[in-house]
């Protein structure tokens, strides 16, 4: 696990060529396997792989999502706020583990926001994704991870870079 985490990197430079069905099966299988608060499992997933609505989701957010366009296949993470209050987490959790589990794929991967962001001064980044998916309340989006082939390489943070003066012991 610690390999993984540490080769995790977010990329978003990708290859121009599909997920095999296997890799598209894994994550699925991991993403459905995140844990939830009581168990209510709060999350939807949209796998998206259509190259002209990979496009149009790339727009949502201007330079913070443009590399979605590249990416072969992008996971839509949407939480529904009536089965729980803790849908943004579990929403999270849900992400994280398919970028981890993209990593141990040998993928790359980055996360786009969606909640609480901006599409335009008009428009909320979440009311399009809806519009452009056709999600309807209750569901939220709260993010969107796209994953591909890297095209990038970035190497892992060394260890004595990492902030460990964030790490209190037994108070703060
Ligand atoms: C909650 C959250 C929101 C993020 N939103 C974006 C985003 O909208 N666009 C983007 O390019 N990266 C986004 N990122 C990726 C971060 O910029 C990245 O994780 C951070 O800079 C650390 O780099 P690393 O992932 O390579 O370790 C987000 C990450 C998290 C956890």
Redesign the pocket.
């Known amino acids: 696990m610690l390999e993984i985490l540490r080769k ?3 990329i ?1 430079k990708f290859q121009d060529r599909p997920l095999t069905r296997e890799q598209k099966g894994a994550l699925e299988e991991a993403i459905l396997r995140a844990p939830s608060a009581k168990n209510l499992k709060s999350w939807e997933f949209i796998m998206v792989d259509d190259k002209e609505i990979l496009q149009k989701l790339s727009e949502v ?1 201007g330079g ?2 443009s ?1 979605l366009a590249g990416s072969s296949v992008a996971i839509v993470v949407l939480g529904n706020e009536e089965v729980a209050d803790t849908w943004v987490e579990d929403a ?1 959790l849900a992400a ?1 583990i398919a970028q981890l589990t993209a990593t141990s794929l040998g993928l790359g991967s ?4 969606i909640r609480n ?1 901006d599409h335009s001064p008009q428009k909320t980044a979440e009311d399009h994704v809806r519009e452009l998916l056709d999600i309807s309340r209750p569901f939220r989006v709260v ?1 969107v991870i796209g994953i591909g082939h890297p095209a990038e390489e ?1 190497l892992p ?1 060394p260890k004595e870079e990492l902030p460990f003066e964030k790490i209190h012991r037994n108070r703060f």
Do not use: E, G, T
């Open positions: 995790r990197r977010s978003r957010r913070s999502s590399f999270s994280i980055c996360w786009a926001h962001r993010c970035k943070v």
